[in-house]
């Protein structure tokens, strides 16, 4: 059987239509990805420069914050006349706060710190003579570290500062030029008492080198000129060593003559007597008793 005369043949190529169409399309997207890839490209390099980079740090657990107090701590001394200046350091720390959240709460709870150290320090001082800084100092510090750490942690809302202090002790004006006599005589006197003890110690090795001497020249003799000069040498190194010995018994007589000159050096500070008031009802009688009188 043969095909129907009326029918076309199909033909193998392509519509051409479709084919620009396709073209048409492939461009346009093309052009759509290139439109949408320059606003995603810098996006896209900080994110490969961030996963390049090194994974940042967490925040410390615990941040710190040193404050030195602006002013000195005056409290007195036993007597009431002279008084010792405290300077004190503030420690702070705190987590999960900032630096500057850190500094603040430091600089809002300065004073309630500043307080309590003053109160330690005028407790401590009461029981020390005035020129006695460097036993308060310690004694002050101790009593500070002793106290219990729930007083000296701050809160406000949920944020909760520590403070640790620390302190050192300096002399009032008027006890420090009373005790810089003293204290340039006994600085002499030490570098007296370092010259005196290697002058003995060299003094010492001279001995034993002369003994050493002695003993060679007694185990082998030499001439009458080599036993001229080694007596000679001898008696010179004798005569220095009791210059040596009257230098420093003159200087044990000084020194304890200045030591009786300097006995009442610290009579002001304990010499005060305390008059004792007495009760008012008492001083009424008395007076009474005066006029009839």
């Known amino acids: 059987m043969t095909e129907a005369s009326g029918r076309k043949p199909t033909s193998a190529k392509p519509d051409r239509r479709w084919v620009d169409r396709g073209r048409d399309l492939g461009a346009q997207a093309s052009e759509g990805f290139k439109t949408l890839w320059k606003y995603l490209a810098p ?27 602006s002013g000195p701590i005056v409290v007195p001394a036993q007597g009431y006349v002279f008084g010792f200046t405290v300077l004190a350091t503030l420690t702070w720390s705190s987590r999960g706060v900032g630096p500057e959240a850190l500094r603040w709460y430091a600089h809002h709870f300065m004073s309630k710190a500043i307080q309590r150290v003053r109160d330690v320090a005028a407790e401590q001082a009461r029981k020390l003579p005035a020129h006695r800084a460097g036993e308060l100092e310690v004694a002050l510090q101790r009593a500070l570290d002793e106290q219990d750490p729930a007083l000296w942690r701050y809160k406000r809302g949920t944020v909760h500062v520590e403070c640790r202090p620390q302190v050192s002790v300096r002399l009032e004006g008027r006890v420090r030029q009373l005790l ?10 030490e570098c007296q008492n370092d010259l005196y003890t290697r002058r003995a110690e060299y003094a010492e090795q001279l001995n034993r080198r002369w003994v050493a001497i002695m003993d060679e020249f007694v185990d082998h003799p030499g001439p009458d000129e080599a036993a001229r000069a080694i007596k000679e040498e001898l008696d010179r190194a ?56």
């Open 43 to 69: 996006a896209v390099g900080k994110l490969e420069a961030a996963a390049a980079a090194e994974p940042p740090s967490p925040p410390p657990d615990e941040l710190v914050e040193r404050q030195e107090v």
């Open 180 to 189: 810089q006599p003293h204290w340039e005589r006994l600085i002499e006197l």
């Open 238 to 293: 004798r005569q220095h060593m009791m210059a040596e010995q009257k230098a420093a018994a003159q200087w044990s007589e000084d020194l304890l003559r200045e030591r009786r000159r300097h006995e009442g050096i610290f009579e002001p500070f304990t010499a005060i007597e305390i008059i004792q008031q007495r009760p008012q009802g008492q001083d009424h009688e008395t007076s009474g008793q005066s006029g009839e009188a």
